[in-house]
Every structure is written in C-alpha cells, then in structure tokens.
C-alpha cells in the first residue's frame, strides 16, 4: 500500500516546446550535476510566456522531487541499459502519468515524437512499449518495511529517513518528508524601511499577508522578482522563516554588526533595514560575484549602511575589530529547503561530515570577534540536529562564558515555509 501520494495536479496540456526544455535541463542537471533553479533561470527567458514557465517548472521540479518513486516504478520494466536523454525522457513522462492529469495516450505519442527526434525510430518504439508496460502495471510498495516505503513514496534516500527519524520521531518524519514535496510559498519581506507591511498590501492587493514573520508577504501568482513592488525596491524575496534570523538578533542603530556569511544578501538586508539604515554593518562573503549580489541587494532597497567584503570567514585575520552583534548563518546541508532544491536530498550523505567542522571554526571564529555582553546569532537552513542543537551543545561546553537565550527549529510542514535553526547566544560580560 502507497502509505502517501501526490492528489493529480490539474495543468493546462503540456505542448512539445514545453516539454523538449523540460527535458534539455532534466538533461543538464543529470549529466553536469547543475542546479535546477540557476538552469531554470538561465533558460525561462522572455522567449516564454508566464504560463509555459510555469509548466516546464513544475515538470523539471515535479520530475526530480519524486525520481525514487518513478525510478521504483520505471526499474521493473527495463531490460536494456538506457541513456540519459531515454532515462530523463521515461522518468518526466511517468511524472506526467502519476502525478498530472494528462492523457496517457498524449504523454506516449509526445514522448516518441521526441526519442524519434533526438535519436531514431527503433528508440521511439522502445520508449513506446516501457511506458505502455509501465502504465499498464502499478508496482506496489507492500513487501517494504515502513521506513523503505516512506523513503520510495515521498522520494527521499533512506538514509535521510532513518537519520530523521531519529531525531524527531516517525510521525513528525513523515510530516516533514510529505511538506517536503509541496509547493513552495511565494514569499517575500516588506522593505520596512521604505513602506509598512499594512501600507504595502493596500497598495499591491496581488499580495496576502504572511503567516510567521511580522514582514512577510505572499504572492498569489507569477514571480515576485517580476513586480512592480520588488523593481521599486519595496519588497525582496525571502522564504517566512528566514526572516526570523534577524528579528532574533535584533541589532539597534547603535550597534556594530557583522554578517559573517551574507550572500545573496536577504538576511543581510533584513539587518540593515531593522538598524533604521543607520549604525554600521559590515558582511562578508567568501565569492566576489556573490559579494556584488550583496551590493545589488543593498542598493535596491535603498540601504547604505551596509560595507560589503570579500573574504573568509574562517580566517580570523581578515577582521581587525569586535562587534556588539554577530550573525553567522553557516553553511549546511541545506535539509530545510527540499521543497525548494529538490536535488539536495539527493546528495551524498557524507557532505554533512565536512560541513560539521567548517561550521565549529565559524562559530570560533564569531566567539573571537564577539564583545563581552554581545550576541551571536548562529542559523542554518537545515533541521538535522548535528548540524544544529548538537554543534551548540559542543561549543557552550568549550566557552562556558556563553549561554543561549532562545533556541527555535522552525519545521517545514509548520508554517508551509523552510525548515530553519536559529540560535541566539550571549557572551558574559
């Protein structure tokens, strides 16, 4: 029995040139190992209409986020080794049957039209007979254990399963694996310091008010990035729980603050705006093009005390001051935001064991660089407790001079945002 399933999304009929650049990134992704948003916003140019972006988003996304399932379904049925453009080709079509309302009979014909194109007849005739047969033969998950049919229903590895529930539990596991595979909120945050958030909905009804975060705002439909509001500097985009971060560091006009890793600048410019524009913030960022994001944010939204440098922040030689307030948002798993990169979970479980130690000579680092009486703030988009409550647990036993005031994991079904980590310290004086 599928203990969980995606109701069919009803979609208006997905057209060849929708479908072949689907595919073309699918492709990308599968042979260079590249990230489907920065792909996605390399090719959805103005050559697209709003409603093809959308389609051939949500067949790329929809096509990775649930490649176990289909990859369970599609396995049985091939006897042959297959290439990448069959493979990618085979798992977007039974996306389309499993988890769409299109028309079996269109997602076969379509799907030959295209191997015919891009190969030969004799590969239109084999993708023909796999999804006929696919098609025609559900397999079912009854003979797995519990945690093996939960990691192939919602499409997560088992190692993530077992780890999660672990951690949390089996019934809140599955509550994070499902929200996982939802579509993500169109959220952003208010720019404050130009417009309150009340204003700013009475001037842009196509917005709805958030459901966590005092500055947040929701798109009904389309892409915020598009709007008048974001092109005037009036909002920015940025997941609800993310602008939790720097509403708990809380930095006043006037503090000095650092941002020891601040690209692509939302946290950054959050801090900048609740300092009024006003005291002095200084971000670091270890890439200059990610740097100049920084930059760009900043000067979008009207904001000038922010002093962005290039640099890492591992490198305790690159500061010659100390700040009253410190945020570290480190680098991590990225465990939080499946339902927005889909491909993370896909990853080797063996990256978290090298992102552990860059994290704790971080948060070293913050220590130096933080006054008596001052606060870290450290945070990660990830939910995995070694990376989280675990990495702080090691550091107040090693500075006893620290102590935490608030700790918050904010889960992805919670709120329908990110999953999140924040941690607020203070150093005594």
Known sequence: MLL??????????????????????????????SYLNITLNHTLTKDFSPSERGLITTLVYGTIQNRLYLEYQL??????????????????????????????????????????????????????????????????LDDLDHDERLSIS???????????????GIETTEKILHADNEVPLKSGRVNTYKITREEFLKKYPEFTPGYLSPDSVLLKEGN????????????????ESSQMVARLLNP?????????????????????????????LDVYDLYPHKAK???????RLGLTNIHVHTGDSTDLSIFNKQYTK???????????????????????????????PIQAKLLENAYSLCIKGGNIVYSTCTINK??????????????????????????????HSDGFYMCLLEKDV
Not at 11 to 29: F, Q, S, V, W
Not at 76 to 84: E, G, M, Q, S, Y
Not at 293 to 299: G, M, R, S
Request: proline share 4%; with cysteine; net charge negative.
């Open 4 to 33: 969980w399933h995606a109701t069919l999304t009803r979609i208006p009929h997905i057209n060849m040139k929708e479908r072949d650049t689907a595919l073309d990134i699918l492709i990308d992704y599968e042979k260079n190992e």
């Open 75 to 140: 396995e049985p049925h091939i006897h042959t080794r297959l290439k990448v453009v069959e493979r990618m080709l085979l798992l977007m079509s039974l996306y389309q049957h499993f988890y769409l309302d299109t028309p079996d009979y269109a997602i076969v014909n379509e799907a030959v039209d295209i191997i015919k194109e891009r190969r030969n007849k004799r590969a239109g005739g084999m993708i023909n007979a796999i999804l006929h047969s696919c098609f025609n033969e559900t397999r079912s």
């Open 154 to 168: 919602t499409s997560h590895p088992l190692w993530l399963v077992k780890m999660l529930n672990a951690q949390y």
């Open 224 to 239: 915020i990035a598009h709007t008048e509001a974001f092109k005037e500097g009036l909002v920015t985009i940025q997941d």
């Open 252 to 280: 006043n006009e006037d503090d000095l603050v650092l941002d020891m890793c601040g690209a692509p600048g939302s946290k950054t410019t959050h801090l900048g705006t609740l300092m009024n524009n006003k005291g002095t």
């Open 293 to 299: 994001l920084i930059k760009d944010n900043a000067q």
């Open 326 to 356: 410190i945020l570290l948002d480190g680098p991590c798993s990225g465990l939080g935001v499946l339902s927005r990169k889909p491909e993370i979970k896909y990853h080797d479980s063996s990256a978290m064991d090298e992102i552990i």
């Open 386 to 415: 070694k990376e989280n409550e675990k990495q702080i647990e090691k550091f107040i036993k090693k500075h006893p001079d620290m102590y935490v005031v608030e700790e918050r994991t904010i889960l992805p079904y919670e709120y």
